[in-house]
């Protein structure tokens, strides 16, 4: 059957985002390339890798805080494609799959549980930036293709001060590769994949970097990436292997330097993202389970689901930005302005949804199975000004600003649902609930929101002696958000014009101290204060909640800032051969925002856990025992605890008590790989390599822990299913673990071929619970990929 969607989204007005920022450095300072280029990765040596996570050149082992960079070179090796393939060699981070272009980070276990699609004022806690550019969204992290980047770094703990507001768990940073002047180089890639009980996928990609005479350089880079499906769906909008997909675009640089002390480089980045279903196992659903009668009878399976219609999602993104550089006799003078337009849409198989409302007002068959497709469009935009200034004290101060302007519409489409609507509840009905909206779409809503937020900052260094240096910094912030919603249709509030406000200032402060015991040894700790911004919930859907779940969810209309101080003692060592980087830590988080389903409302609210925490350990380990072999290990072991009890009934429902686990982290995470390679000859290098995770069990939404498992009564008398008819499962999703390895040859003409096998043993890891009205209509996992073989080709010339 056809999927009807809804018109996009018209944006009325100025299309403007962007980031500024400018640096002050000292002459030696100047010299240093603060843009995470080429040439930082050609000073690295050995085990040492140059990151701008402090925006100042420096070793990974030099950072004062604990930070894991991963270069070029060890993503190849480790045949990562994706954040989350790159996640099994950082500890403390952790990745929830749900599709391409939807994961959700946490880092050190301070997670709120899982965003759902349909909560547009959510903010992130983890910041990711592309080289200075923030592109996270909540839960629409993007998937930027690594290919052609420098390194990607993971900074983990509070970094407000620097990257503000969203990085208050971390920051990961994709570091791309600039223009370089006077050389002609660039690389292609080709792979060819395929899933066991999927179908095929692949890739080409390609670089180039051209000089333009003496002054001049351009950087080209563009990539198309075919996703392979693997989840089969049954019914009128099913296939096989429905949630396939494709990902193309790429990026544009040009730099010019007419003399020593002027670097100008724009550039645009363009990528898009389809994807035709998503990673949904599910193990009821209300047209295909065991308890009908009337229909026949159905019991999903492994990577199985049921479809009236066919769904996709978009992900698409523009961003430009201009980096200048000017030398200024004893100062240098860097500022970095970008523009972004993001236009995410979701179109899901809501049928579910819609019909299990449908059989609570009575409706005969017929409408109860007509097809609903819920529309979600999200487009965002970005201005924000920043100056950061350094000099021979190592002080850096600065100021930013933000208006980002986001439009979010829900529509439900669902052809001839008025003509039953108006049978069963009465002529005109349909019109009367519709507020202007167009017929037969039970459900609509247009939220567009105004985010205005100002800061200033600052960060100093003072080297009390040769081996101790103590920094402090600090963020200040003013932040207002502006909400105006407008509902209509049966399931709608039936709003008009509602305007929600709300608003907040705060301060931030970090204090650092770094003892070099020894020329390969240093010491640090930290104090660190991080913020995620407040912001408005949407209505519930009141036409249907019922009586209870109304009154336990009705009263939560905004909620505050989010604030996390963090205690950390870390060491960082390095050898003749080894690095060791390790951190225990402690963070002490007040009104943690935390995602609830709010039950038969078939919504979702976000609201304040007065306190809370994580604790744990992180270390990463690598060495090289003998030529050829390289080894690492990383894992991390974290408490991640409430320490409130919310009152009353609210305890069962949502899982707030003392001692329970903060949802979608594991206590135990832990990974360990290995290479070999070794000469086949003058011109030929061969080599294995292998690597092994482990993710421990978590929870989705903190409400999971209670009453589980839990028996879900179903209470849709449908196609001869009795109301009574229940489903039960265990809502913990089990740890799980997965084996990659590959082989291949390397050529002195630059030409390599690796085979792989990822997920070796096929498991297939349940990544997040998926629920429908409360778990009435639907029930199912967000799963991970199966088995995967493929072939990868690279020529650098």
Known sequence: MKVTTAPRTILRGLLLAGTASAFWASPALAQQNTSGSADSAESASGNVIIVTATKRDTTIQDVPFSINAQTQEAIQKSGAVTLEDLSRNVAGLTIQNLGPGQSQVSVRGISAGQVVRDQPGVKEQVGVYLDETVVSLSLFTPDLDLFDLNRVETLRGPQGTLFGSGSVGGTIRYISNQPKLGATEGHVEANVNTIDGGNTGGSIKGAINLPLGDIAAVRAVGYYTRYAGFVDAFGPGGGKNVNDGERYGGRLALTVEPS??????????????????????????????????????????????????????????????????????????????????????????????SG???????????????????????????????????????????????????????????????????????????????????????????????????????????????????????????????????????????????????????????????????????????????????????????????????????????????????????????????????????????????????????????????????????????????????????????????????????????????????????????????????????????????????????????SDQENNPRTFVHGLPFAGMPANAATTIDLKLPDYQLVNISAGVELDGGLSLTAYVNNLFDENPLLSFDRERGGRARLGFNIGQPRTFGVTARQKF
């Open 260 to 353: 020593d002390n002027l670097s100008i480089t724009p550039r645009v980045v363009y990528q898009k993202i389809t994807a035709n279903g998503f990673n949904r196992q599910e193990t009821f659903n209300l047209f295909a389970n065991p308890f009908t009668t009337t229909r026949p009878p159905q019991q999903l399976g492994e990577r199985e689901q049921f479809l009236l219609l066919e769904e996709a999602f978009e992900d698409e993104t523009f961003i430009a930005d201009l980096t200048v550089r000017i030398g200024l006799g004893s100062l240098d003078l860097t500022s970095v302005t970008s523009y972004i337009n993001r236009d995410i849409l979701v179109s899901r198989d809501a049928s579910a949804l």
């Open 356 to 702: 299990s409302v449908s059989v609570d007002l009575g409706f005969p068959e017929a409408g109860v199975l007509l097809p609903s497709n819920l529309v979600d469009t999200t487009f965002t935009q970005e201005i924000r000004l920043a100056s950061d200034y350094d000099g021979p004290f190592q002080w850096l101060i600065g100021g930013f600003y933000s208006d980002v302007q986001r439009d979010y519409l829900q529509r439900l489409p669902t052809p001839g649902y008025d003509a039953f609507t108006d049978a069963v509840l009465g002529a005109g009905t349909s019109a009367a609930v519709a507020n202007g909206f167009e017929a037969d779409s039970p459900f609509n809503s247009s939220l567009p929101f105004d985010i205005e937020q100002i800061a200033i900052f600052g960060e100093a260094s003072y080297e009390i002696t040769d081996k101790l240096t103590f920094t402090a910094g600090g963020r200040y912030y003013d932040f207002e958000e502006t909400r105006t919603i407008t509902t209509g249709g049966l399931f709608a509030n039936g709003d008009t014009g509602v305007v929600d406000r709300t608003a907040s200032t705060g301060f931030t402060p970090r204090f650092l101290l770094s003892y070099k015991a020894s020329p390969d040894v240093t010491i640090n700790a930290q104090a660190s204060q991080g913020f995620r911004l407040g912001g408005v919930n949407d209505p519930l859907n009141t036409p249907l909640c019922n009586a209870q779940d109304l009154a336990l969810f009705g009263g939560f209309q905004d909620y505050d800032d989010e604030k996390l101080w963090n205690y950390e003692v870390g060491v960082k060592t390095q050898g003749n051969g080894f690095t060791f980087n390790a951190a225990a830590f402690y963070n002490d988080i007040s009104n943690l925002q935390v995602t609830l389903d709010a039950g038969s409302c078939s919504s979702r609210i976000v609201f304040n856990v007065p306190d809370a925490h994580t604790a744990g350990v992180e270390a990463e380990l690598g060495f090289t025992p003998t030529k050829g072999l390289s080894l690492s290990l990383s894992g991390s072991l974290i408490e991640a605890e409430f320490d409130s009890t919310l009152p009353g009934a609210l305890t069962a429902v949502t899982g707030i008590r003392d001692g329970n686990r903060l949802p979608s982290v594991p206590k135990f995470q832990f990974s360990a790989s290995g290479s070999y390679e070794w000469d086949v000859g003058a011109s030929t290098t061969a080599f294995v390599a292998s690597s092994f995770q482990h993710v421990g069990s978590r929870f989705t939404q903190p």
